[in-house]
């Protein structure tokens, strides 16, 4: 029988079938790192030729069967159920915090956007979003989902056959916001890093050590990013769950990507799902984090203003 048909559940019942579900994907995800680790070990210990390239391969893609369809399958399964026997709470309490749920082309969050934020210099082929949201908080229009950006490549000799590798490089969120003030000219803000240019210098030192400014003309940029908001994105950066990467002004609407391990409308990982009231209070607990990282922000009402 198929999961996603089963009647209504007991609590009994869910929290029986969530727990099962949850074992199964953490034993198949452990079984796979050993595996993974076990080729690895081989591939290095072994000098016999034949029997490095049988252990090495069998092993190695062994384990990552074992974690990416048989963990990751009983990991679908389990969200599935959630969603299934859960899903009237989830979507009652993303409503009661912010509002019905909306769609507008502005605030979408796509590849498009994420890309405009050149993270990691867009050296990333794939994009997954989940629990994307857009709704209003204290009379502010935001949209929000939990972001993974993958670089996917091919290893492995054309006469062997090649496969498909997808290495995580991003995992956190983009959350936009429509604004009071107008963007002349776009505005980005990426993280520094070494190979950073130099950038517009704004004349807040730990602003400017922080992060580079990108803008045409770059009066435009530095009348902007007044003393008030430099101030406030360093706060932000300082106190959010994660690492602030850079955040983009277009027109009305200011984007930002965290990298996080923290989740938006989730339950946490360390959350044993038996328990279905510690379930509900995580669930609850990620919506609350984002009110809290929203309040953050709106902090400057010059900027961030509820509608009229």
């Known amino acids: 029988m198929n999961d996603t048909h089963y009647g209504k559940m007991s609590e009994a019942e869910l929290s029986k079938k969530l727990g099962q579900y949850q074992k199964q994907a953490r034993i198949?995800?452990?079984?796979g790192l050993i595996g993974v680790l076990g080729g690895v070990i081989s591939f290095f210990a072994v000098d016999d030729m034949a029997l490095k390239s049988v252990l090495t391969a069998v092993l190695f893609f062994g384990g990552v069967c074992a974690a990416l369809i048989l963990g990751g399958g009983a990991q679908k399964k389990l969200k599935a159920l959630m969603q299934d026997q859960m899903g009237d709470f989830f979507r009652a309490?993303?409503?009661n915090a912010f509002g019905p749920d909306m769609n507008t082309a502005q605030m979408c969050i796509d590849e498009k956007l994420?890309?405009?934020l050149v993270l990691l210099d867009n050296q990333w082929e794939e994009i997954e979003t989940e629990n994307f949201r857009e709704g209003e908080h204290n009379g502010v229009h935001f949209s929000v989902a939990n972001v993974r950006l993958n670089h996917v490549y091919e290893r492995g000799a054309p006469q062997d056959g090649l496969e498909t590798c997808r290495d995580m490089v991003f995992k956190g969120i983009v959350l936009r916001l429509e604004m009071r003030t107008i963007a002349a000219e776009n505005v980005l803000v990426s993280a520094r890093t070494e190979d950073s240019p130099r950038g517009a210098a704004t004349g807040d030192a730990l602003f400017d050590r922080c992060f580079c400014v990108t803008a045409e003309p770059e009066q435009d940029a530095l009348s902007l990013l007044a003393q008030q908001f430099m101030e406030l994105?360093?706060?932000?950066r300082q106190r959010v769950e994660g690492q602030l990467l850079g955040f983009r002004w277009e027109g009305r609407v200011f984007s930002l990507?965290?990298?996080?391990d923290y989740g938006f409308a989730a339950v946490a990982s360390?959350?044993?799902?038996?328990?279905?009231?510690a379930l509900r209070r995580s669930y609850c607990a990620s919506l609350h984090a984002m009110e809290e990282t929203l309040d953050l922000l709106l902090k400057n009402t010059a900027l961030f203003a509820a509608q009229d």
């Open 93 to 95: 309490e993303l409503e």
């Open 270 to 277: 360390n959350v044993d799902l038996r328990d279905l009231d």
């Open 233 to 236: 994105m360093s706060e932000f």
């Open 28 to 31: 198949w995800t452990i079984i």
């Open 257 to 260: 990507a965290v990298e996080t």
């Open 114 to 116: 994420v890309r405009s």
